[in-house]
């Protein structure tokens, strides 16, 4: 089974733009969870239930940021981040997401 000719121009544009909403989605959703996370420690570090040292975050920063920026290394080479479609469908994406 093969596409159409007159409706194969369509599949280009509209496949970038509902991974873009997808991708928009999932972005406001991690934000508001790491916006959650970071005041729950602020909570926790503030009445003295979880200690925090710079020398600690350090060190924990140093084991954790290398493999953030290999996994985001990936997804770039994943995503089509220079369709204009994408881009479309990720900034429709974040703000419409609940």
Do not use: C, D, H, R
């Amino acid at each position: 089974m093969s596409i159409p000719p007159e409706v194969a121009w369509i599949v280009p544009i509209v496949l970038p733009f509902i991974i873009g909403l997808l991708v928009g989605a999932v972005i406001k959703k991690a934000l508001k969870l790491i916006v959650l996370v970071v005041a729950l420690v602020i909570i926790l570090v503030a009445t003295g239930i979880l200690s925090v040292t710079f020398s600690n975050l350090f060190s924990a920063m140093v084991k954790v940021l290398p493999e953030l920026f290999g996994l985001g290394q990936s997804w770039l080479n994943i995503l089509p981040y220079s369709s204009v479609a994408f881009l479309v469908g990720v900034a429709l994406g974040f703000l419409f997401a609940k």
